[in-house]
């Protein structure tokens, strides 16, 4: 993070240069000596510089939660605030020799003859640092100030180390005299010390004298004529040769000319991990990170009498040692400085590509090593003191550009120093170290609290005592407790191996060992757990044992716990144990043999006279043929299983007997291992025993980890971006799912909402619909079925980000230890991949690493998937063969093919391009790492590497190169109003108006899409338009034969659009949800909300609701909670009024596929409001603007349609006003009221004459497909045709466009539903598999399920059950995944459907559609669908009478009787129709035998009312007549006193519908469109004259 405002770093910097600025001048220009350790002295003044208030700041961050936001913010500070100083020495011609926590220490070299002048020099530079960086302000309220020091005379310099790392020390008199200077100084003050006082021109300075003999407070200089500074100031520069005079680089060490020798001298003084970076070409940015070290400081403090020479000799020797150590435990030794009393040692464990599991535990051994040695072997040592600490710091760069250095910063780096002082003598440890460290509690001692200086808590503090023998053995323990409310998931193949070691150990008397391997986190103790709990219920005595790292250099220490653990010695104190083991071992074992156990049980036989002269291997051998004897009788009685967890830590000894054991006694031992480790011989032998079994434990199965996260957080269900957070976190590892599970708990994010309520209800605000939407979608876990039980689901909170919520510590450290195993480069790409998102394109990789070619990246790349980082995007997601990001910028196009032109002759670009997959896109492949990657970086960084990605992408958020690019928001670029005067705007966005077209200015790296970006699909060859439109379609036969022509002439030659498919899905993955992502990081709330708009359409146009509602409800949280009075209103991002209606209009569609119908149509008319396009709420205001929409298209018609690329953003406006006017016939259409109806009819007219105006045949052909259909569900005969009719001749004005192409699959659909509706099945049938497959091109799920929905009626009325299966299971790998209510509510209505008269055909059985039907009936969703539901209850109603259930059969009934009066002329209101009059029918009859309890009795009269309006009602859906005829007969019948068989009602199929199929065939031979038309309409008019005298005939 170091900083500089002279100057940026420059790109290109030679490696000694970057060498050069991490150290001091001194160092650089050092002469070579005879003797590296030679100690030398110069003449020179010293500055040093200490910043008060930090530690006090840092304690403050330290008590906040937000220890990661608080890291960024106190670095930031520090960095930004000591980088200032820098500089300013520098240009007074000092040299840093170091940058010590919150100290500075700058050097002037020169003669004894002029220091005098030099120390005036640096008079004034202190004077000038405290005046202007005196005083620094923090907005936490801590400020931080300055104390400066200065001394001059003597100092002396001498390297420690060896040939691979060296260390510069400055030492002396004058050393100590600057540090207490500081010490003496208060904060704004600069002190002398007295032999700096002594040596400078006395009179320039007003000082006043602070102690005798020690030192003087400097409070100003005197300037006396003729004196004058600057003159001064040329002077001294005579004395500085170095100094650098040119305004490029502020030091002459940055330009020097390659030299190897240098370098290699240089590179010694420089940490390992940091070489690495340098020479991988890293920028000195993107080196500093966030991340959890152990840091150790070793204080030695020497006798005064000591001699400077021998002084150096002993730190060498210390230096030498404590490296060493370290580095065995993977820490570095960071820096070594001198204080007044000795030398400080600065070691940290943990740095970037140091990360160890265990290294707090390995910090505290090494410390009590070098604790050991330097108080036996250092002569001249007075105390030795080391501290630990454990915790998150800042490690990087602090500094300026010319000179910086490699430091750590954070609260523990302040705690680590005042422990020091605090506990001298010790080793002492805060409590974070002492938890991590996982050893034995033993070997710590509670050390007292003590007050330490601007430390408010430091918290518990420990002694370490070093590593012990354990003096008493472990205790009986797994770690973890079987969960008694919840099964074990996904683990029955590895209990079938402990039952199948059960068997044999019983049947064959020989032992068995079961020993299952699988990762942390994977399950294997809770699969212990398990194992125990069966095994005692089944009698068997189980000696369950976990053990740790350190008990594997215990000798013999498992079998000595599991054998106390046997003799139940491991419990009971330690006064009663060897009573209770006399009683244990009697008659098992020998008296005189019993002494042999004292050192293993701690107890105290007397001592036999045969014991005594055995030696010690034949005491083991009899010990352990003890054992034996001891188990095998035991094993007589009852069955014996040991349990040992974590067995890779067992020692030699112990696999050694548990080997011979295993072949010996006939016993089942059960162990679990972790891959990562090596065993030793006797674990190698043990595992290759014929009586061993080794099972791997895989990790759980998506379904199974989204059920255990349901158990975690108590619900039944869990949120779609709640789904995608666990499991790209865990794949599939069943801790990491547990702790993160408890850390959102922790956080407070979740919002958990009941769902016991008997009926969900209408939200009438946006911000209330969460539940809702939860509500709606499938269970993750069955609910219980106990109706006392609570049921929950859980939701996000709205203003939480789940891609920026930090991992636990736990699994950070976990990721970061993996991340830490890769090399520098390797490191460099995954953290540059976080940032990017969980998936990346390795173009956009590219961009990030800076000076990466193509080959490196894809070396790099290649040796990531192979230790499965990283893998490349599956195939099996129909990637195209084609690049997904077809960039509209024509900049990025051509430096791309440049960049392969320059790359091709290459044979390993060739290799290369056969070996990379076509897809380009890769993931993350391990859990957690993403993350955790993503989390080291600093603050600014971070943002300035979103900032690249956003620009990058913004070129790529548009629909795919198939769809001709444009915006899912149709013209949406264009619409945006001019913001350029506003203060809202964006600071990297301005805009402006060029003519007619609104163009967007650049005023830094990111913006908006530009309007420039044509779209393509507007302008087509207008010869091909002629030609197609010469070729009109006058009937339907002649236009699905021009469709199926013109489909065959499609080529890519043509540039034709409708052969390519569709990736606007990767579109939505790759760009745009990403997009919106890395605005929000960034703080580009406007940007973000533009692409959020874009990311719900594209949902939408996907069909998928959920996720389109997920982004609305990001960008609903962006404007913040909206007023409760309009005229307040005011959101939190400025926004154009187009985007506003948008917003509304995206909302009110999400809103009527989650059935909040009353709250869609509101939004739906407030954004026909901002697009200017009022909609009345009164039934006056109906009828005066239905009669302005018609004089409106009586007089549109003579004027010629507007031109759409004159005005894009007036289509905008039109292409949402259509949409919203889509929306609100279709909501008014699920009312069956009056004064519904004629609000959807004016919205299809104005709906009709804005599609008219936008000019766009695509839309005409849309509207005249939603007409239709409207008008077939309002029973409008004339108006149905009339419209299909218009949309085939207006179709062949667009079909060159994908949305011409898609309007045709609308259309073909809509003839498909029309011709069943007929009863022209067989066409109905072939127009609806022509219709699929554009869907299927197009990617259009939602049209496709409807096309499906009408294919199924079409084959079921033609008794092709065979294809009525096949439709269904088509349909339901469409909607299985979507979690689509409304459509799996038709899909288990067909599945009914075929169950009652499929002859036999069975698709989903009874049971699972009725468990769907009594969870979700409740559901807004199919609460508003009534002609759905309809024929849902009656098919159930039909299925209980079968059975003769007929409690069930009524009320299901009965709800259809509720819902028959609310639908309307549809297929499926027309088909629920039917299905509840053959329930009536049915109910009718069984009425005489008195069945039903609740249901009143009825007469014939009352039933054939429903038949008239039945006849009255659907009149546009006559292939439904014949059979309602046939059940009107009968009820006439059964009237009459005659006979009527059960049989004939409940399936009428084979006697009902033959008329109806033969009707179809006739049908179908007369193609004549009019003629079908009037001869049904004929047949309906003969039954509705015949009904009144059928109802009179039936009373008399």
């Known amino acids: 993070m170091a900083t500089g405002k002279g100057a940026a770093v420059p790109p290109l910097w030679p490696v000694e240069a970057r060498l ?267 080196i500093s990170e966030f ?87 250092l002569t001249e040592t007075k105390l030795v003191s080391i501290s630990i600490t454990s915790g998150p710091v800042f490690c990087g760069m602090v500094g300026a550009v010319a000179r910086h250095e490699y430091t750590v910063i954070g609260p523990k780096v302040s705690l680590v120093a005042r422990m020091i002082t605090a506990y001298p003598g010790l080793v002492s440890c805060d409590e974070v170290t002492y938890l991590r460290s996982m050893l034995p509690a033993y070997n710590f001692k509670k050390l007292p609290e003590k007050m330490m200086k601007n430390i408010s808590n430091p918290g518990k503090m420990y002694e370490y005592l070093g590593h012990r023998r354990c003096i008493m053995f472990g205790k009986r323990h797994l770690a973890r407790e079987r969960n008694k409310n919840h099964s074990l998931l996904d683990r029955e193949k590895e209990l079938e191996a402990f039952r199948m070691a059960q068997q044999g150990s019983l049947h064959q008397k020989k032992g068995q060992a079961v020993l299952y391997e699988g990762e942390k986190g994977y399950g294997k103790s809770q699969l ?96 352990k043929a003890c054992f034996f004897q001891v188990l095998q009788k035991a094993m007589r009685e009852t069955p014996l299983i040991f349990l040992i967890d974590e067995a890779q830590y067992m020692d030699a000894a112990s696999w050694e007997f548990l080997g011979t054991l295993l072949s010996s006694v006939p016993i089942i031992m059960v162990m679990t291992l972790t891959p990562t480790f090596t065993l030793c011989g006797w674990a190698q032998h043990f595992l290759q025993s014929p009586q061993a079994i080794f099972v791997p434990i895989s990790k759980l199965a998506t379904t199974s980890l989204l059920r255990m996260a349901c158990w975690e957080l108590g619900v039944v269900s869990i949120p779609q971006e709640l789904q995608i957070y666990l499991l790209r976190r865990c794949f599939g590892n069943p801790l990491y799912c547990e702790v993160l599970c408890q850390d959102l708990l922790s956080k407070n994010i979740l919002l958990f909402h009941d769902l016991q309520k008997e009926e969900e209800e209408e939200n009438s605000k946006w911000e209330t619909l969460s539940a809702n939407a939860m509500k709606s979608t499938m269970y993750s876990i069955s609910p219980a079925s106990s109706e006392d039980q609570e049921l929950y689901v859980c939701t996000v909170k709205d203003d939480v980000n789940l891609d920026t919520v930090l991992l636990p510590p736990l699994l950070k450290e976990i990721a970061v230890n993996q991340l830490d195993q890769l090399s520098p480069g390797e490191q460099l790409l995954v953290k540059c991949a976080a940032v990017i998102g969980h998936s990346f394109h390795i173009d956009l990789l590219q961009h990030l690493l800076p000076g990466w070619g193509k080959n490196k990246l894809l070396q790099v790349l290649r040796a990531l998937v192979d230790i499965n980082v990283l893998r490349w995007c599956s195939k099996s997601q129909d990637l195209p063969a084609e690049p997904i990001l077809m960039p509209s910028s024509i900049e990025i196009i051509e430096q791309t093919k440049e960049e392969r032109k320059s790359d091709a002759g290459s044979p390993l670009r060739l290799q290369e391009e056969l070996s990379l997959p076509q897809t380009e896109v890769l993931e993350f492949g391990v859990p957690l790492l993403q993350e955790a990657a993503w989390e080291l970086w600093p603050k600014a960084q971070q943002t300035a590497l979103h900032l690249e ?201 999400v809103c009527f596929n989650m059935g909040q119908i009353t709250l869609a149509k509101k939004l739906a008319r407030q954004a026909l409001r901002l697009l200017k396009r009022n909609f009345p709420w009164t039934w006056f205001g109906v009828i005066f603007q239905t009669f302005l929409e018609k004089c409106w298209r009586s007089c549109s018609l003579s004027q010629p349609p507007d031109n759409p690329s004159e005005n894009k953003k007036k289509l905008a406006i039109l292409q949402q006003q259509v949409q919203c006017l889509s929306l609100l016939w279709q909501l008014y259409n699920l009312e069956a ?84 509706c007929l009863g022209h099945l067989d066409f109905s049938i072939r127009l609806g598999f022509q219709a699929r497959e554009i869907c299927r091109h197009l990617k259009k799920p939602a049209l496709e399920n409807l096309v499906l929905s009408v294919l199924f009626r079409s084959a079921f009325l033609k008794k092709k059950f065979d294809l009525c299966v096949h439709v269904l299971e088509s349909q339901w ?92 002329a549809s297929l499926f209101g027309s088909h629920g129709f039917v299905r509840f009059l053959e329930c009536h029918v049915l109910m009718l009859q069984k009425m005489p035998e008195g069945v039903f309890a609740h249901t009143p ?100």
């Open 1233 to 1316: 009221t009056a004064s519904s109806r004629r609000f959807a009819y004016l919205a299809t007219l104005m709906q009709e004459n804005s599609a008219k105006e936008s000019a766009s045949e695509a839309q005409v052909v849309s509207t005249y497909v939603a007409l239709s259909q409207f008008s077939q569900n309002m029973g409008d005969k004339e108006k149905w045709l009339h419209c299909e009719q218009m949309a085939i001749q207006k179709n062949s004005l667009c079909w060159f466009s994908r949305e011409g192409l898609l309007a045709t699959a609308q259309l073909m659909q809509a003839l498909a539903y029309t011709k069943l």
């Open 291 to 377: 991340r959890t070290v152990t840091m150790v400081l070793v204080s030695l403090e020497f006798h005064k009498t000591a001699w400077m020479l021998h002084l150096c000799h002993l730190i060498q020797e210390a230096a030498l040692y404590i490296s060493t150590v370290i580095e065995k435990g993977g820490g570095q030794l960071s820096r070594i400085f001198m204080s007044e009393t000795g030398c400080m040692f600065l070691c940290v464990f943990g740095l970037p590509g140091d990360k160890k599991p265990d290294e707090c535990a390995h910090a505290l051994e090494s410390s009590f090593s070098i604790f050991s040695f330097c108080w036996e072997n």
């Open 528 to 623: 212990l757990a398990e194992i125990n709990f069966l095994a005692q219920k089944e009698g068997h005595r189980v000696l369950p044992l976990k053990l740790k790292e350190a008990d594997s250099k215990q000798c013999f220490y498992a079998i000595q716990t599991l054998m106390a653990i046997f003799f139940e010695i491991d419990m009971c104190p330690a006064y009663y144990r060897q009573e209770r083991l006399h009683k244990q071992l009697h008659g098992m074992v020998e008296e005189p043999l019993h002494c042999l156990f004292n050192d293993l049980f701690f107890v105290k036989f007397p001592l036999s006279f045969r014991v005594s002269h055995m030696d010690d291997l034949t005491r083991q051998k009899k010990v």
């Open 1497 to 1596: 009795s009825e007469t014939p009269r009352q039933t054939l009312k429903y038949f008239k309006e039945f006849f009255s009602r659907c009149v546009t859906c006559p292939v439904y007549h014949q059979w309602a005829s046939e059940l009107k007969a009968s009820v006439m019948r059964y009237g009459k006193r005659e006979s009527m068989s059960l049989t004939n009602i409940i399936r009428p199929f084979d006697t009902c519908l033959t008329r109806i199929w033969i009707e179809g065939e006739f049908l179908e031979e007369n193609n004549s469109f009019e003629g079908n038309l009037q001869r049904f309409v004929r047949v309906a008019d003969v039954k509705e004259n015949k009904d009144e005298e059928e109802i009179q005939e039936c009373i008399c």
């Open 949 to 1149: 990605c956003a620009w990058f992408l913004r070129d790529l958020a548009c629909r795919c190169g198939s769809c001709h690019g444009g915006d899912f928001v149709p013209f949406h670029r264009f619409a945006i109003c001019s913001t350029k005067s506003s203060s809202g705007t964006s600071r990297f966005c301005s805009y402006k108006d060029t003519g007619s077209i609104l163009t967007q200015v650049i005023t830094d790296k990111l913006q908006l899409p530009s309007p420039q970006d044509s779209f393509q699909f507007q302008t087509k060859s207008p010869r091909s338009q002629e030609a197609f439109t010469r070729e009109h379609c006058r009937t339907e036969e002649e236009f699905l034969d021009q469709v199926n022509r013109k489909l065959a002439q499609t080529s890519p030659e043509k540039d034709m659009l409708t052969t390519k498919p569709c990736h606007c899905k990767e579109v939505l993955k790759l760009v745009l949800s990403p997009l919106t992502q890395h605005c929000l990081v960034i703080g580009e709330t406007t940007c973000a909300f533009y692409y959020l708009l874009e990311a719900a359409a594209a949902s939408l146009d996907l069909s998928d609701n959920y996720m389109a509602f997920f982004y609305l409800r990001k960008a609903s949280s962006l404007l913040g909670q909206p007023s409760a009075f309009s005229f307040f209103k005011k959101h939190k991002v400025k926004i154009s009024q187009f985007e506003e209606a948008t917003f509304c209009c995206l909302r009110s569609e």
């Open 20 to 286: 050069a600025a991490l150290l001091p001048d001194l160092l650089v220009f050092r002469k070579p000596r005879g003797s590296e350790h030679e100690l030398a002295t110069a003449q020179g003044v010293l500055l040093g510089v200490h910043v008060t208030g930090f530690t006090a700041l840092m304690d403050r961050f330290s008590l906040s939660c937000k220890s990661e936001h608080d890291m960024d913010t106190l670095a930031h500070i520090f960095s930004y605030y000591i980088s200032d100083i820098v500089e300013h020495v520098l240009c007074f011609g000092g040299d840093i020799l170091n940058i010590t926590g919150n100290v500075l220490l700058a050097l002037w070299t020169v003669e004894q003859h002029q220091l005098s002048d030099i120390i005036t020099l640096v008079a004034k530079c202190s004077l000038e640092i405290q005046e202007k960086f005196g005083i620094y302000h923090t907005r936490e309220g801590q400020d931080l100030q300055l104390k400066i020091g200065l001394s001059a005379g003597r100092i002396s310099q001498v390297i420690v180390g060896d040939e691979q790392r060296q260390y510069l020390l400055v030492t002396g008199r004058d050393v100590d005299g600057v540090q207490l200077a500081q010490r003496l100084a208060q904060a704004n003050e600069i002190v002398l010390s007295w032999n700096c006082w002594k040596l400078c021109e006395q009179y320039m300075f007003e000082v006043e004298i602070m102690r005798e003999d020690e030192a003087v407070k400097l409070r100003d200089m005197r300037i006396i004529d003729p004196f004058d500074f600057d003159e001064h100031f040329y002077k001294c520069l005579d004395y500085l040769p170095r100094y650098r005079t040119s305004a490029d680089t502020l030091r002459t060490a940055l330009e020097l000319d390659p030299d190897s020798a240098l370098e290699q001298t240089l590179r010694k003084h420089i940490m390992k991990n940091l070489l690495k970076k340098i020479d991988e070409g890293q920028p000195m940015e993107y």
């Open 1373 to 1464: 790998a469409l909607i299985a995944q979507g979690h689509d209510v409304l459509g799996l509510a038709c899909f288990y209505s067909a599945c009914l459907d075929l169950l009652l008269y499929g002859k036999g055909w069975l698709c989903r059985p009874f049971g699972e559609c009725l468990h769907f039907i009594q969870h979700y009936e409740h559901s807004c969703i199919l609460n508003s669908q009534s002609n759905v539901m309809l024929g849902v209850h009656s098919s159930l109603a039909m299925w209980f009478a079968q059975d003769s259930q007929w409690k069930l059969f009524e009320h299901h009934f009965s709800k259809a009787r509720q819902l028959v009066k609310r639908t309307n």
